[in-house]
């Protein structure tokens, strides 16, 4: 999909990209230092609402075809947001293709998900748990 064919879908459906810098891109595998991250949301005609990340490196200053080329090209790691379905149909792609590396990070994903659960059950424990006061001896 060339920068043309991306304007126009954009401009064709009233699409808008709205974008925040954020401090990390959770779909992005492996190091992420160095990178500035945003988080993006598409929304006009036919997509109410499409929440996405991009990251590139610092001299680089991406505008909105930019973000769409980018997302294009690492659409299926968006599977599970929502508005994924109506960019599909916009943009006119399928995800019928296995990549392995999109493959690598589901299943990468779904192993680290039991141990965020484990850390986040912990911090709540500790949040309940009532730590006595220390003073010093003759205090």
Not at 71 to 87: H, N, S
């Amino acid at each position: 999909m060339t920068p043309q064919d991306i304007r126009r879908l954009l401009d064709d459906n009233s699409l808008s990209l709205s974008r925040a810098k954020t401090e990390a891109n959770p779909f992005m595998p492996g190091d992420k230092g160095g990178m500035n991250h945003y988080f993006c949301i598409l929304s006009g005609a036919g997509i109410e609402h499409f929440e996405f990340y991009v990251s590139c490196t610092p001299d680089i200053d991406p505008v909105d075809v930019d973000m769409i080329d980018v997302l294009v090209k690492d659409i299926k790691a968006y599977r599970g947001c929502v508005g994924y379905e109506d960019f599909l149909r916009i943009f006119d792609l399928n995800d019928d293709e296995e990549r392995a590396d999109v493959v690598l990070a589901w299943r990468e994903l779904a192993r680290l998900a039991p141990l965020v659960e484990q850390v986040v059950e912990l911090a709540n424990d500790n949040r309940r748990a009532v730590i006595p006061t220390l003073t010093a001896p003759g205090m």
